[in-house]
């Protein structure tokens, strides 16, 4: 018998880029201040997932997914293009935690949660869980087709994961 987890294609997802697979994934990130937005579809039995590093950007030509409001809108964007109605999509927030060694943006985590909630509800899109904020980063596994998500908290994840400052 054959285990279903591990037949399913693997794919880790680095901060500010989105993905919206094909085929049922298991979808990887490692959050320190970062989000993830999981967005899964109960009918379709779809998902995608994004992982950005802060909350909002106002100029179009610097406008990446490593913002909030930008991967959050592009990830629905991507699953209505895919056939998804708001009205049978499901959200999970994983993230935003405080870095333990940075007190000048010590609100960023935070305010990537808040921009998160604040997209979600303004497009009527339920948000079924949230592990977010704290001083513990996050290993997360999403999968596609389930909709399931696992965290794993951790007191120590790479320096890398933990943003420094914002940009300017």
């Known amino acids: 018998m054959s285990n279903e987890l591990t037949s399913y294609q693997q794919v880790f997802i680095e901060p500010g880029y989105i993905y919206l697979p094909t085929v049922p994934t298991n979808l990887y990130a490692v959050l320190g201040s970062c989000v993830s937005v999981c967005l899964w579809d109960k009918k379709l039995k779809i998902g995608g997932m994004n992982h950005f590093l802060y909350p909002k950007i106002s100029s179009k030509e610097k ?42 943006n010590k609100d960023i985590g935070k305010a990537n949660v808040e921009i998160a909630r604040k997209i979600l509800n303004n497009k009527g899109i339920k948000i079924v869980s949230e592990d977010v904020e704290g001083n513990m980063g996050r290993k997360i596994v999403f999968n596609s087709y389930t909709g399931h998500i696992m965290v794993l908290k951790v007191y120590q994840i790479r320096k890398e994961d933990w943003i420094s400052e914002l940009p300017e």
């Not at 409001?69 to 405080?98: F, H, P, R, V, W």
Request: charged residues 15%; hydrophobic residues 40%; glycine residues 10%.
């Open 63 to 104: 406008a990446t997914p490593q913002y909030g409001n930008i991967a959050t809108l592009q990830l629905i964007q991507m699953m209505e293009k895919a056939g998804s109605k708001t009205d049978s999509i499901l959200a999970q927030i994983i993230g935003g935690a405080k870095p333990p060694f940075n007190e000048k």
